[in-house]
């Protein structure tokens, strides 16, 4: 196809405003797919996606539009990821395309997350077509919609287009616009050739496919390709692209999208944002922006039967065949046994992991407090990453530590700016700026990562009964009073429950989980101290009473059903605890110890 009739695009929108429904009816009205073959939201393709009603990887989409001026086009569309933790991911294939779709919800309004996109499609140079969707609905409101995306974004919305993506109005239109508003890409084809690498993923007939965008040159069957950043070299087997099922093409040139095999055995071995080019006479420089996506969140995974310890390693392994983002290493706890440290590009990728293998692989898990990495600088001034609170070292050999901080970007409706400026304040955050548009503000915090993985979003959301939308970005690092804190079951450190907190909050924090365990331990038959401390100092206690004999003697009483019942309970219950020393700790103490509410 000539460069004058290709568009591509990708569709920015918040969770829920209609990005799936919209991209449905793009590929429907075109008859990209016959009717029958059309399922409900093609472009999510795993169950786990479509349950939380998010999308993850990246997935694209060739459609055959004849406009209304009678000529035919090829529009590629891009699905990028719609969370946060794939900045890096959503920046690539923002960069694979020229323009946007900005689809918001015109009974609801722009979001965080939309801004966050949004700003990134901005730095992409695209141009950006604002589409208000659900106008079926009575509470629509396309002027002040419009108005706020004018506001708050600063784009010209005067000619959004308004679209019901659930009843078909408006969808012409959209087609139109990505056609007459949007530029056609540049390239040459007689230029060395010069593919980005958008995305990649293992498929287990053809191997790891590679989702391309060609900048310039051509890349065909055959073609002998070198990776520019990772040195690999392959050969093509096959060469296509989405329309959407994967349909095999001679040839894809510039300005083209579409998906390659060559024999690659992990997707390990494919970077996003790498270059492709020809091993013979290729280009001499790389593509600008390749930057690896490196984990920033931690945790420990262990299986709560730990018998499954293999299985769980099997479930891991395959995982990370298809999700280069995702690391892990072995690792050994005194209270959890053996298990994996692993790293994730953010908290929701670190659900979605964890979701995945007790789901998929029927692996129930203990999952660790997530922690960040710190920088660890010595007295003798070497510095060393540290990934799991339990391995820091001597605090005697330690100059000082550094925590990643992030830049935040809150809204949230007037009536509950005070408890979001609360919430962040009590997390050590500095504000830096605080806008309003409409009846919303916009606030902007500087916060520690550390106070924000474990348990802000969920906070977030309460005190703002969900209306609240956020998003970050990390910054920097900066130094900070950290300790590590050791929490002591009947006087015996519990590895898994050592946390990083900062020296002022220490005790408050201290005195938070010592409760919360209390709670969460069932009473033995002998007194448990419960103890929180730094270094050797005890900073907090609480004290579990013993269990009194006859409290045990009216369980059993009654009659034979519910002492049947009983027994399962405890059965159950046993399965999920841990044994630790002479304590059974349960497994949510793990997690739930840390919560602060
Ligand atoms: P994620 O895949 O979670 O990012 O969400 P999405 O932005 O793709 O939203 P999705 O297309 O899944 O739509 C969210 C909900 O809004 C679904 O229940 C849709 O049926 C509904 N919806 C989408 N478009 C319209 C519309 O034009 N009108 C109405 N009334 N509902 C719509």
Known sequence: TDLAHIRNFSIVA??????????????????????????????DAMDIERERGITIKANTVRIDYIARNGEAYVLNLIDTPGHVDFAYEVSRSMRAVEGSLLVVDSTQGVEAQTLAN??????????????????????????????????????????????????????EDTLEAIVHRLPAPQGDRDQPLKAMLVDSWYDPYLGVVVLVRIMDGVLKKGDQIKMMQTGAKYGVDRIGVFRPAMTKVDELGPGEIGFITASIKQVRDTKVGDTITHEKKGA????????????????????????????????????????????????TSAALGFGFRCGFLGLLHLEVIRDRIEREYDIELITTAPSVIYHVYMKDGAMTELHNPADMPDPSTVDHLEEPRIKATILVPDEFLGDVLKLCQDRRGIQLDLTYAGSRAMVVYDLPLNEVVFDFYDRLKSVTKGYASFDYQITDYREDNLVKMQVLVNDEPVDALSTMVHRDRAEMRGRAMCEKLKELIPRHMFKIPIQAAIGGKVIARETLSALRKDVTAKCYGGDATRKKKLLEKQKAGKKKMRQFGKVDIPQEAFISALKMD
Do not use: W
């Open 14 to 43: 918040h969770i829920d405003h209609g990005k799936s429904t919209l991209a449905d009816r793009l590929i429907q009205s075109t008859n990209t797919v016959a009717e029958r073959d059309m399922k409900e939201q093609l472009l």
């Open 284 to 331: 001499e420089k790389p593509l600008p922006g390749f930057a690896p996506s490196q984990p920033v969140v931690f945790c420990g995974l262990f299986p709560v039967d730990s018998a499954e310890f293999e299985d769980l390693r099997d479930a891991i392994e395959k995982l990370a065949l298809n999700d280069a983002s995702f690391s892990y290493e072995m690792e």
């Open 118 to 171: 949004v700003y990134q499609a901005i730095d992409a140079d695209h141009e950006i077509v604002p589409v208000l969707n659900k106008i079926d609905l009575p509470a629509a409101d396309c002027d002040r919609v419009a108005e706020q995306i004018e506001d708050v974004i600063g784009i010209d919305a005067s000619e959004a287009v308004q679209v019901s993506a659930k009843t078909g109005i408006g969808i």
